[in-house]
């Protein structure tokens, strides 16, 4: 059971230049989320997803496009990259129950855009 | 809008000393919080919730949190501390009437020192 696998691990673009990041869970779980981690920031929601086929913004998601068109599949996308989007980028899924949902994420993925 | 503080950066405490890791948090209905921990370049892993009921509530590797309505916080304690403790700690919001979405704070490096 690998759980929740993200793709690549790391990754340098160079500005203007576009790329997908994929997550993976294998635990059927129906909510899927992007975060971000800077420094001294902590964990900013990016988009998330209620289930296949939907999705919603988050907190900071001006620069980024994700789907969700596989149940356990949701991609995040750059379309033209900028330093500003330099950070490590966290999947996580949950289940949807009624009650608190806790998060399984994956491993993250380091981004620098030059 | 729902929020989390976590107003310590950093905490140092002596190996085998009870530890604090202060959060606190705004939402507009009832919350459902959590804390999650991260080791070095790891993703984050679940620790403990509070969904309702006891005030006090325990997790994984010895840690408990206390929730308090009144003073919308839920601190995380352990009696006492082990170096491997030492990893960054994340307090993290959802309000109840919110289908998904989780907003976590900025995290608190904690140093145990042998």
């Known amino acids: 059971n690998a759980g929740v696998t993200q793709t690549p691990k790391f990754r340098v673009l160079k500005t203007g230049q576009s790329m997908t990041l994929l997550c993976a869970q294998d635990?059927?779980?129906?909510?899927m989320y992007w975060y971000r981690q800077d420094p001294g920031m902590g964990l900013r929601l990016i988009h998330y997803s209620v289930g296949e086929g939907t999705t919603a913004k988050g907190e900071v998601p001006d620069g980024y496009n994700v789907s969700r068109l596989k149940k356990q599949n949701f991609l995040l996308g750059l379309e033209s990259a900028a330093p500003s989007q330099t950070s490590v980028y966290f999947c996580?899924?949950?289940?949807?129950?009624?009650?608190?949902?806790?998060?399984?994420f994956g491993a993250g993925s380091r981004l620098t855009v030059l | 809008a729902q929020s989390v503080a976590q107003p310590e950066d950093q905490v140092n405490v002596a190996e085998g000393n009870p530890l604090t890791v202060k959060c606190t948090y705004s939402v507009s209905g009832n919350p459902y919080l959590f804390w999650y921990v991260q080791y070095p370049n790891r993703g984050l892993q679940f620790l403990l919730k509070y969904i309702t009921g006891d005030n006090l509530v325990k997790g994984s590797y010895g840690f408990e949190a206390e929730f308090n309505k009144s003073q919308t916080s839920f601190h995380l304690k352990k009696p006492s501390a082990l170096v491997s403790d030492s990893a960054l700690y994340f307090c993290a919001v959802r309000e109840v009437s919110s289908a998904s979405k989780i907003i976590f704070g900025s995290g608190t490096r904690l140093s145990i020192r042998p």
């Open positions: 635990m059927n779980h129906e909510y």
């Open positions: 996580a899924s949950s289940r949807s129950t009624s009650g608190a949902n806790v998060l399984t």
